[in-house]
């Protein structure tokens, strides 16, 4: 049975790609050293032709590209055997009503105490505890020495999990403002959440989410129960945003703006009307309990159902994505690595955790590099083992989707 991904895990030492001017962008495969992944993505790479920046170009090198690569009924399986399989997703459906973490307490205080050694850009100095010591006492530490009952909540727009209450970024070092290592993820509308604990002033939650967990803004979030969550996500038709970025309106002449949600995001339909499909989305009431409310979201902008599972869809979706900005956990509302992968397949149904080394455990395991072995051996083993749209890359900290080859050089697509 042919599932999404052949997973190629490269054993040599990689780094995290730190790129200020990094972006989803097509490149020749390579072996990438420590000096090629910090360097920004250029807009010209040698060896990629105009042609090749079109999806067309590698559908075109597939003998059938509309081939349906897994049923809804395979896909259903293989999402069962990851969620099942990865501690890294989350059920929320089915998470349990009480929570008990016996570090909790410990290790939120490790947490400032690592990132009191980061640097806020403003001076070559560390922040310092002094810096973190509003953060340190608005957590509520006596709240983790007993067992959690846990609340339920969705999002309601936008949202960021953060490693620490505050939206205050901090990076590891001075050659890497971009990358705020407070962000953890963004979390798209409707996103279903299991509440664990509060700041003491209320304004911030801690929050397991289906991809991660970490501290959210109260104000971006609704309660509610568990079995909402349970009917919201599954309403009878429903439709999945196929662009980067799809425009929800809260009338159906589409004039007045509400937010927008990221691609492959699932939204609960209600029907057409013109050129417009009107959807259900989450908002918080004055007490700050989940409601509904219509929206309208643009045709061209979703699929009604899961997209079919093929080669030349699972193209097309990436190469929506081709020099879009890079964001490290999502920041400014894009995407990193991992984020860009999970974003395609989730327009098929398929589940992928949050990051790049959990992604690279789902699938079908097919090869893997050797330390020292040359860039040809590494090369010929992607084109043998792998399929255009259906193999992703790994190395450590940074994976990739492989979209085919040309003269003897695998070719892939990745956000950097």
Not at 24 to 50: C, L, M, Q, Y
Not at 371 to 389: C, F, L, M, V
Request: aromatic share 12%.
């Amino acid at each position: 049975m042919l599932f999404p991904a052949f997973l190629i895990s490269c054993a040599s030492t990689g780094a995290q790609p730190s790129s200020p001017a990094g972006k989803v962008s097509a490149a020749a495969g390579k072996n990438e050293s420590k000096e090629t992944a910090i360097a920004p993505a250029p807009a010209v790479f040698k060896d990629v032709s105009r042609m090749m920046k079109s999806a067309g170009y590698w559908i075109s090198k597939i003998q059938d590209p509309d081939k349906v690569m897994l049923t809804k009924k395979e896909i259903d399986a293989l999402n069962a055997r990851t969620i099942g399989s990865s501690s890294f997703i989350n059920d929320i459906q089915f998470f349990p009503a009480s929570y008990y973490r016996k570090s909790a307490a410990a290790d939120f205080s490790a947490g400032i105490a690592a990132y009191s050694k980061y640097y806020d850009g403003s001076s070559d100095m560390p922040v310092g505890k002094n810096y973190l010591s509003d953060i340190d006492k608005n957590i509520n530490y006596q709240a983790f020495a007993s067992t959690a009952t846990v609340r339920f909540a969705m999002t309601v727009g936008y949202s960021e999990l953060r490693a620490l209450p505050s939206m205050q970024p901090l990076y590891s070092s001075l050659n890497t403002l971009d990358l705020d290592r407070m962000q953890i993820t963004q979390l798209d509308l409707a996103s279903p959440l299991a509440i664990l604990y509060s700041t003491k002033d209320g304004e911030w939650c801690y929050a397991v989410s289906e991809i991660a967990e970490g501290w959210i803004e109260s104000r971006t979030i609704a309660f509610c129960k568990q079995d909402t969550i349970r009917d919201y996500k599954r309403w009878d038709k429903t439709v999945v945003t196929i662009s980067p970025n799809s425009d929800i309106f809260t009338n159906s002449a589409m004039t007045e703006f509400f937010d927008s949600v990221k691609m492959g995001t699932v939204l609960p339909a209600a029907g057409v009307e013109g050129n417009a499909v009107e959807i259900r989305i989450p908002v918080a009431k004055s007490d700050g309990t989940l409601g509904f409310k219509k929206a309208y979201v643009k045709m061209s902008d979703i699929s009604v159902g899961f997209l079919k599972y093929t080669q030349r869809n699972v193209l097309q979706q990436a190469f929506k994505h081709l020099d879009s900005p890079y964001g490290w956990g999502g920041m400014n509302g894009e995407q990193d690595c991992s984020s860009f992968i999970k974003q395609i397949f989730a327009c098929f149904g398929i589940v992928l955790p949050r990051n790049s080394l959990a992604q690279s455990q789902s699938g079908v395991f097919a090869a893997s590099f050797v330390k020292g072995e040359p860039d040809y051996s590494r090369a010929q083993k992607i084109i043998k083992n792998g399929i255009p749209a259906m193999t992703i890359v790994y190395f450590p900290g940074h994976i990739m989707l492989y979209v085919g080859n040309e003269n003897g050089k695998p070719y892939i697509i990745h956000s950097i």
